[in-house]
């Protein structure tokens, strides 16, 4: 994958966990926007972050998004049982003219 | 409510074609660009194609270029995807994005197979 995240991420119930995506000078690094996606099993994605650290309405603000240069971080509070589910990093690539993403980072609630 | 939903799929041997379609409702479909997104069984998410909202400018992924077209129709709110040459790799769920604020529908499955 073009933006790279780590496999598995675990947390408690309440506890805070942050999964990490990073990309280069094409995308991320070029100031392109960094979109978060969920998924949970057996559902089609559902975009968590828009804009780097825009929430989508309805979802909760346990949910936040942050970037810096070629780096951008979800970060998740009051982890939720629910939560549970694999989380994608997506950004525009202008090397490939297009949208890029994230291997994936699931994530495991204890 | 935003809601796009994607129809046409199904099963289709090597070589074969599928047109699938979004229908968009919830928005003025007019004003927006969209994609096409697809997730293949056990692996991750792929970008294929983009088109402007006025449907004049479009790119694809090299994955799909010169086998693959999409296109829209605004009066209609419809966004569409053609497929030839249709290969075994091409399987996957296919889903149609709105780019602003991300949103997706629930996809649609082709399977491409003998």
């Known amino acids: 994958s073009v933006l790279t995240q780590s496999p598995s991420v675990s947390g408690a119930p309440g506890q805070r966990v942050t999964i990490s995506c990073t990309g280069n000078s094409s995308n991320i690094g070029a100031g392109y926007d960094v979109f978060w996606l969920q998924l949970l099993p057996g559902t089609a994605p559902k975009t968590v972050i828009f804009g780097n650290n825009i929430r989508p309405s309805g979802v909760p603000d346990r949910f936040s998004g942050s970037k810096s240069g070629t780096s951008a971080s979800l970060a998740i509070t009051g982890l939720r049982a629910e939560d549970e589910g694999d989380y994608y990093c997506q950004s525009y690539d202008n090397s490939f003219s297009g949208w890029v993403f994230g291997g994936g980072t699931k994530l495991t609630v204890l | 409510e935003v809601q796009l939903v994607e129809s046409g799929g199904g099963w289709v041997q090597p070589g074969g074609s599928l047109r699938l379609s979004c229908a968009a409702s919830g928005f003025t479909f007019s004003s927006f660009e969209m994609n096409w997104v697809r997730r293949a069984p056990g692996k991750g998410l792929e970008w294929i194609s983009y088109?402007?909202?006025?449907?004049?400018?479009?790119k694809y992924a090299d994955s799909v270029r010169g086998r693959f077209t999409v296109s829209r129709d605004n009066a209609n709110k419809s966004l569409f995807l053609q497929m030839s040459s249709l290969r075994a790799e091409d399987t996957a769920i296919y889903y149609c994005?709105?780019?602003?604020?991300?949103?997706w529908g629930q996809g649609v499955l082709v399977t491409v197979s003998s």
């Open positions: 994005v709105r780019v602003v604020g991300g949103r």
């Open positions: 088109i402007a909202s006025s449907g004049h400018n479009k």
